[in-house]
């Protein structure tokens, strides 16, 4: 984390020496010239001081120091970059400034005496990197990144006894399968999942397995550390070879090389049948040291690698044609059972506890690590009353912090995040301003990620690709666990596991990184740099702790005294780089946020504003502007001035139990707004006659999503001539003036690597250069009204997953053809008012898992083939007719019996009444009566 800010204000330094130079006083330069090059002398040494500080108090309070100090010249430069700003602002002539700048000499001293300051602690700081750094030289017992603290605790993970696993037998049985049967030639098994989830303790009872000893005549079980030496690890994996088979190990293997290492292994298991588990591999680079001493045989031989990364697992296995087993978490049944053996020793759970142990059991998320940790020492206070363990419940963060018992846990799972790169921690730490259980948007995680500086433009690609990449780090390292996914497999919706979060929010609070208000009698920092409100902001001197306030984040704010303490809040934080105010209740811009001036990210999502002031030109840095479910409409000119913003979101939707034609109300187009050629989102503008919006959006070729309303057919010529210009388009979305004609033939070059597409309104004809756009995930096709069947135009796609038709044909047939649709997954036929058939050939649609059909009236019968789908996991029917249903309850159920959920839906007294069709049958069959499941309109997009 220290090295994180250190590189970040390094930048922010080069920055400013280059710019500002002519505004320094030439011993101030010097200064902050001294101050960067000690930066940068002690940066290499951080990577390895941040992940060891937990080990050592004193190098702890270095790393502290480190930080503080760096935090306090980048406050210093925002500081004295403010004040440049409003000094160009306020005078129009170099005479103004000058005599501007001699009024302001007290704020330029103030400034160069606290560099000053810097520059004195920063000398004492450098004794210590001195002195730190020859003790590392030295051999040291400094642990490297990812060594926890300096105590390997996976060792712990094999100390539980058989009586207390719960839910293995499964997962043991399938891997043991696929080990001691199938083909014979070498195969790699990787077992994955989060630290603690029990992977090794799963694989132990495997390689203990009766029926593996026999089947293998060879069997080895090597750890790997995150800071292997491969030498070391084919050291131990001969070590182990030659012990179980009682031979004298070779001669002088402590002198060999790597390739004479790797030739004694292969030589050894040449010819024989063997099963090796390589235990916690934390990178690929670990498994490429490994697979070449394997001989690659048909002798039935079997390696199984247990790794907390997805890539690592399909490295390992895909050379092989193996398999990756994703371990999940304990269901809630399991957890329960496994939690009720070690609190109570196998007995119940006595009534006035079980809230109290369900909510501590939620928290451990289904971990089993966990769940007999923190169980273990709920045993010891089977004697306290309810509220000893509502404040043991309450206080789990600080638990994890001082309670021995639970060290062990906290220690397996901080290797995660010890081991993340410098680059991710304070990204990862950043997921502490959400509150627990908060479903966490990527889209907007990114955002916030690049507005506040961390992420780094590689050659090539943008800073949000760079970010995104980041998140699938954390993905694919388990410390991210997706909960909603984009049709191109990318995730959209993630949830950070609780203990997690705990462990995170101790380390923000330690490093004064986030400060949250979800706590009762909270204690404020000295100073706040980012601060989450969760709920309430009750304080009423919060204006003091703003002045070096960079990020403020808003969850559940409905109140007005809050809205008040915060509008108070922002008036002196004049550094705020990131400011979210999602759902508060106002009604008009807040004036105040004009003044911060440094401020990149602005969202009023779901607030009651209803206008925008032309002043918000004056925030010239803002490059993220989310309007998206306030009343706003039109835009000032003032926006016209953001030369640097990058997304602008101004939209909302318009609730319904079925989609109107106007489901979406954006803004009109802004004269000139192809003058903010940086923009890459831009939803939803309007088209208006006289606007020239179209020639506009021509000129912004960085656009990547694109959603224009409101067109009209004499639009589609200019409209066509502009999207071949915007050869970065992924996500486009068209929509015309009700009644009025969508007449796409003129495009000839669509862009190439568009994968969303959103059409709505009256096609002239189905626009052909579809067909030519390889890259196509998502087709929407709304209130088309086409007379030929779209299929034949779509089912050639390569990558094309999700289909949605709405009003889109008026044809009786849907024929999806023999073969095609390949990688389609979800299906959604809304509102074809004329289709009486959809078949489904033999071979096509072979990884469809959802469809969907709704107010489909005229449809005679399910789709014909829909019993050949075996993958199909969902299948509704809305406010489908009883005609249509009731075959289903007798001869056709039969037809969709594989299906795992199939309901009929039906939109009553403003709600959704489900059906689960297995139910009504079984019911129907007993005649019992069961209420439907009711859920509301929101709920019904998880469906």
């Given at each position: 984390?220290?090295?994180?800010?250190?590189?970040?204000?390094?930048?922010?330094?080069?920055?400013?020496?280059?710019?500002?130079?002519?505004?320094?006083?030439?011993?101030?330069?010097?200064?902050?010239?001294?101050?960067?090059?000690?930066?940068?002398?002690?940066?290499?040494?951080?990577?390895?001081?941040?992940?060891?500080?937990?080990?050592?108090?004193?190098?702890?309070?270095?790393?502290?120091?480190?930080?503080?100090?760096?935090?306090?010249?980048?406050?210093?430069?925002?500081?004295?970059?403010?004040?440049?700003?409003?000094?160009?602002?306020?005078?129009?002539?170099?005479?103004?400034?000058?005599?501007?700048?001699?009024?302001?000499?007290?704020?330029?001293?103030?400034?160069?005496?606290?560099?000053?300051?810097?520059?004195?602690?920063?000398?004492?700081?450098?004794?210590?990197?001195?002195?730190?750094?020859?003790?590392f030289s030295h051999g040291s017992d400094?642990?490297?990144?990812?060594?926890?603290?300096?105590?390997?605790?996976?060792?712990?993970?094999?100390?539980?006894?058989?009586?207390?696993?719960?839910?293995?037998?499964?997962?043991?049985?399938?891997?043991?399968?696929?080990?001691?049967?199938?083909?014979?030639?070498?195969?790699?098994?990787?077992?994955?999942?989060?630290?603690?989830?029990?992977?090794?303790?799963?694989?132990?009872?495997?390689?203990?397995?009766?029926?593996?000893?026999?089947?293998?005549?060879?069997?080895?079980?090597?750890?790997?550390?995150?800071?292997?030496?491969?030498?070391?690890?084919?050291?131990?994996?001969?070590?182990?070879?030659?012990?179980?088979?009682?031979?004298?190990?070779?001669?002088?293997?402590?002198?060999?090389?790597?390739?004479?290492?790797?030739?004694?292994?292969?030589?050894?298991?040449?010819?024989?049948?063997?099963?090796?588990?390589?235990?916690?591999?934390?990178?690929?680079?670990?498994?490429?040291?490994?697979?070449?001493?394997?001989?690659?045989?048909?002798?039935?031989?079997?390696?199984?690698?247990?790794?907390?990364?997805?890539?690592?697992?399909?490295?390992?296995?895909?050379?092989?044609?193996?398999?990756?087993?994703?371990?999940?978490?304990?269901?809630?049944?399991?957890?329960?059972?496994?939690?009720?053996?070690?609190?109570?020793?196998?007995?119940?759970?006595?009534?006035?506890?079980?809230?109290?142990?369900?909510?501590?059991l939620k928290k451990c998320g289904g971990?089993?690590?966990?769940?007999?940790?923190?169980?273990?020492?709920?045993?010891?206070?089977?004697?306290?009353?309810?509220?000893?363990?509502?404040?043991?419940?309450?206080?789990?963060?600080?638990?994890?912090?001082?309670?021995?018992?639970?060290?062990?846990?906290?220690?397996?799972?901080?290797?995660?995040?010890?081991?993340?790169?410098?680059?991710?921690?304070?990204?990862?730490?950043?997921?502490?301003?959400?509150?627990?259980?908060?479903?966490?948007?990527?889209?907007?995680?990114?955002?916030?990620?690049?507005?506040?500086?961390?992420?780094?433009?590689?050659?090539?690609?943008?800073?949000?690709?760079?970010?995104?990449?980041?998140?699938?780090?954390?993905?694919?390292?388990?410390?991210?666990h997706p909960v909603k996914i984009n049709?191109?497999?990318?995730?959209?919706?993630?949830?950070?596991?609780?203990?997690?979060?705990?462990?995170?929010?101790?380390?923000?609070?330690?490093?004064?990184?986030?400060?949250?208000?979800?706590?009762?009698?909270?204690?404020?920092?000295?100073?706040?740099?980012?601060?989450?409100?969760?709920?309430?902001?009750?304080?009423?001197?919060?204006?003091?702790?703003?002045?070096?306030?960079?990020?403020?984040?808003?969850?559940?704010?409905?109140?007005?005294?809050?809205?008040?303490?915060?509008?108070?809040?922002?008036?002196?934080?004049?550094?705020?780089?990131?400011?979210?105010?999602?759902?508060?209740?106002?009604?008009?811009?807040?004036?105040?946020?004009?003044?911060?001036?440094?401020?990149?990210?602005?969202?009023?999502?779901?607030?009651?504003?209803?206008?925008?002031?032309?002043?918000?030109?004056?925030?010239?840095?803002?490059?993220?502007?989310?309007?998206?479910?306030?009343?706003?409409?039109?835009?000032?000119?003032?926006?016209?001035?953001?030369?640097?913003?990058?997304?602008?979101?101004?939209?909302?939707?318009?609730?319904?139990?079925?989609?109107?034609?106007?489901?979406?109300?954006?803004?009109?187009?802004?004269?000139?707004?192809?003058?903010?050629?940086?923009?890459?989102?831009?939803?939803?503008?309007?088209?208006?006659?006289?606007?020239?919006?179209?020639?506009?959006?021509?000129?912004?070729?960085?656009?990547?999503?694109?959603?224009?309303?409101?067109?009209?057919?004499?639009?589609?010529?200019?409209?066509?001539?502009?999207?071949?210009?915007?050869?970065?388009?992924?996500?486009?979305?068209?929509?015309?003036?009700?009644?009025?004609?969508?007449?796409?033939?003129?495009?000839?070059?669509?862009?190439?690597?568009?994968?969303?597409?959103?059409?709505?309104?009256?096609?002239?004809?189905?626009?052909?250069?579809?067909?030519?756009?390889?890259?196509?995930?998502?087709?929407?096709?709304?209130?088309?009204?086409?007379?030929?069947?779209?299929?034949?135009?779509?089912?050639?796609?390569?990558?094309?997953?999700?289909?949605?038709?709405?009003?889109?044909?008026?044809?009786?047939?849907?024929?999806?053809?023999?073969?095609?649709?390949?990688?389609?997954?979800?299906?959604?036929?809304?509102?074809?008012?004329?289709?009486?058939?959809?078949?489904?050939?033999?071979?096509?649609?072979?990884?469809?898992?959802?469809?969907?059909?709704?107010?489909?009236?005229?449809?005679?019968?399910?789709?014909?083939?829909?019993?050949?789908?075996?993958?199909?996991?969902?299948?509704?029917?809305?406010?489908?007719?009883?005609?249509?249903?009731?075959?289903?309850?007798?001869?056709?159920?039969?037809?969709?019996?594989?299906?795992?959920?199939?309901?009929?839906?039906?939109?009553?007294?403003?709600?959704?009444?489900?059906?689960?069709?297995?139910?009504?049958?079984?019911?129907?069959?007993?005649?019992?009566?069961?209420?439907?499941?009711?859920?509301?309109?929101?709920?019904?997009?998880?469906?």
């Amino acid at each position: 984390m220290a090295e994180c800010a250190v590189e970040f204000v390094l930048e922010k330094l080069k920055t400013f020496l280059e710019e500002v130079k002519v505004n320094l006083m030439k011993d101030v330069k010097q200064e902050v010239e001294y101050v960067r090059d000690e930066l940068e002398r002690m940066t290499a040494f951080l990577r390895v001081a941040d992940a060891a500080e937990d080990s050592d108090p004193e190098l702890k309070l270095w790393v502290k120091q480190v930080r503080d100090v760096a935090y306090e010249t980048e406050d210093v430069i925002d500081e004295f970059m403010l004040h440049l700003h409003r000094t160009n602002r306020c005078c129009p002539n170099f005479l103004h400034k000058f005599i501007f700048s001699i009024r302001n000499l007290k704020i330029r001293y103030e400034i160069a005496s606290e560099i000053q300051s810097i520059k004195s602690r920063m000398t004492d700081i450098s004794v210590g990197h001195r002195r730190y750094s020859r003790k590392f030289s030295h051999g040291s017992d400094l642990v490297v990144v990812g060594d926890g603290g300096g105590v390997d605790r996976r060792g712990d993970a094999l100390i539980l006894e058989e009586g207390e696993l719960v839910g293995i037998e499964s997962s043991k049985k399938q891997l043991v399968t696929w080990i001691v049967e199938g083909e014979s030639r070498l195969k790699v098994v990787a077992v994955v999942g989060m630290g603690g989830l029990g992977k090794t303790t799963l694989v132990k009872k495997v390689f203990d397995d009766d029926l593996v000893k026999k089947h293998f005549q060879n069997h080895a079980w090597i750890t790997v550390s995150q800071s292997f030496k491969v030498e070391e690890l084919l050291k131990d994996t001969i070590r182990q070879l030659f012990d179980q088979m009682k031979l004298p190990i070779p001669q002088a293997i402590s002198t060999m090389s790597n390739n004479k290492l790797k030739t004694i292994i292969k030589d050894f298991l040449r010819h024989k049948r063997f099963v090796l588990i390589f235990d916690d591999v934390w990178s690929i680079q670990a498994w490429e040291a490994i697979k070449y001493a394997l001989p690659n045989e048909d002798q039935g031989s079997r390696v199984i690698v247990t790794t907390r990364f997805m890539d690592v697992a399909s490295s390992c296995s895909i050379e092989t044609d193996g398999y990756v087993y994703q371990l999940n978490p304990l269901s809630e049944e399991e957890s329960w059972i496994l939690f009720c053996q070690k609190a109570f020793q196998g007995s119940s759970c006595p009534k006035h506890l079980t809230d109290t142990c369900e909510n501590v059991l939620k928290k451990c998320g289904g971990l089993p690590l966990a769940i007999v940790a923190i169980s273990g020492v709920m045993s010891t206070k089977m004697d306290s009353n309810v509220d000893d363990w509502n404040m043991f419940n309450y206080g789990l963060g600080s638990e994890l912090e001082g309670n021995d018992q639970l060290e062990s846990m906290r220690n397996i799972l901080l290797l995660s995040f010890n081991y993340l790169p410098y680059y991710l921690k304070p990204c990862f730490m950043y997921l502490s301003n959400y509150p627990e259980d908060h479903l966490i948007g990527h889209n907007t995680l990114v955002r916030q990620w690049v507005a506040e500086g961390f992420v780094k433009q590689n050659e090539g690609r943008t800073v949000e690709e760079v970010a995104q990449g980041y998140l699938n780090e954390l993905v694919n390292r388990s410390l991210l666990h997706p909960v909603k996914i984009n049709d191109d497999g990318s995730v959209k919706i993630s949830r950070i596991h609780d203990l997690y979060r705990e462990i995170i929010l101790s380390k923000s609070r330690d490093q004064n990184f986030v400060t949250t208000t979800a706590e009762s009698n909270m204690v404020w920092p000295q100073r706040v740099r980012r601060l989450s409100i969760h709920g309430a902001l009750e304080n009423s001197e919060v204006e003091r702790y703003g002045a070096r306030l960079c990020s403020l984040l808003s969850f559940g704010v409905g109140d007005l005294q809050s809205t008040s303490s915060i509008m108070q809040l922002l008036k002196s934080s004049r550094m705020m780089k990131v400011l979210d105010l999602t759902g508060l209740p106002l009604e008009k811009f807040p004036e105040v946020i004009l003044e911060l001036l440094h401020l990149r990210y602005l969202c009023l999502r779901n607030t009651w504003i209803k206008r925008l002031p032309g002043s918000i030109k004056k925030l010239q840095k803002l490059e993220m502007l989310d309007l998206k479910g306030t009343y706003i409409t039109k835009l000032p000119n003032g926006i016209l001035k953001l030369q640097h913003l990058r997304q602008l979101l101004v939209y909302h939707h318009v609730l319904s139990s079925y989609m109107p034609y106007d489901y979406v109300h954006g803004f009109k187009a802004l004269k000139g707004i192809g003058c903010l050629k940086s923009l890459q989102k831009l939803c939803f503008i309007e088209a208006y006659p006289g606007s020239h919006v179209l020639e506009e959006i021509a000129k912004m070729t960085e656009l990547k999503r694109l959603s224009i309303t409101k067109l009209r057919a004499k639009d589609c010529v200019v409209l066509c001539s502009a999207i071949e210009n915007l050869s970065k388009l992924c996500s486009l979305g068209l929509r015309a003036v009700e009644k009025d004609v969508l007449d796409l033939q003129y495009l000839s070059s669509p862009p190439p690597f568009l994968q969303r597409l959103y059409l709505g309104g009256q096609l002239a004809n189905f626009p052909r250069w579809i067909q030519s756009i390889r890259s196509l995930v998502k087709v929407y096709l709304r209130w088309s009204r086409l007379s030929d069947d779209p299929l034949q135009y779509l089912q050639d796609l390569p990558n094309l997953v999700h289909i949605e038709f709405l009003d889109a044909y008026i044809g009786e047939k849907l024929c999806f053809k023999a073969g095609k649709f390949q990688k389609l997954k979800l299906l959604d036929l809304d509102r074809l008012e004329s289709l009486k058939w959809v078949i489904i050939e033999e071979g096509a649609t072979p990884l469809l898992e959802k469809l969907i059909i709704q107010q489909c009236n005229l449809l005679e019968s399910i789709p014909v083939g829909i019993e050949r789908i075996t993958n199909l996991k969902v299948v509704e029917f809305f406010d489908m007719p009883d005609e249509f249903i009731s075959p289903l309850r007798g001869d056709e159920y039969l037809k969709v019996a594989h299906i795992p959920e199939v309901n009929h839906t039906y939109w009553r007294n403003g709600c959704w009444e489900v059906y689960p069709l297995e139910e009504t049958v079984a019911n129907e069959k007993s005649g019992k009566i069961r209420a439907p499941i009711v859920t509301t309109r929101e709920q019904r997009n998880w469906l």
